[in-house]
């Protein structure tokens, strides 16, 4: 079982920036560090999309085209952690913002975070 739990979610001006963790908790460092960890979004009225995703060791990242350049994901294997920096935000990035875990074997993202606000106002 394994628990995911962001923060550093609030209010920000459009042109500023957040830093978002997740820490999980339940696994031991060495099995986190195995893990795909991802970030996703869902806006009002919207399906939740993508937003980024690191491998296990960190030596990849992979970024939705609307935050490419804006956003940075990074993990800290031995805090269990996952970060989102996000810069230059807009009234779009306006969303709760979820992190996921994804272990070795799976197709798909297989634990979910409970989210945590993010309003970017213009």
């Known amino acids: 079982q394994v628990q995911l739990v962001e923060s550093g979610g609030g209010l920000v001006q459009a042109g500023g920036s957040l830093r978002l963790s997740c820490a999980a908790s339940?696994?031991?460092?060495?099995?986190?560090?195995?893990?795909?960890m991802g970030w996703f979004r869902q806006a009002p009225g919207k399906e939740r999309e993508f937003v980024a995703q690191?491998?296990?060791?960190?030596?990849?990242?992979y970024y939705a085209d609307s935050v490419k350049g804006r956003f940075t994901i990074s993990r800290d294997n031995a805090k269990n952690t996952v970060y989102l920096q996000m810069n230059s935000l807009k009234p779009e990035d306006t969303a709760v913002y979820y992190c996921?875990?994804?272990?070795?074997?799976?197709?798909?993202?297989?634990?979910w975070g409970q989210g945590t606000q993010v309003t970017v106002s213009s």
């Open positions: 690191i491998t296990w060791g960190g030596s990849s990242t």
């Open positions: 339940g696994p031991t460092s060495s099995t986190y560090s195995t893990y795909f």
């Open positions: 996921a875990s994804r272990r070795p074997g799976q197709t798909s993202y297989d634990y």
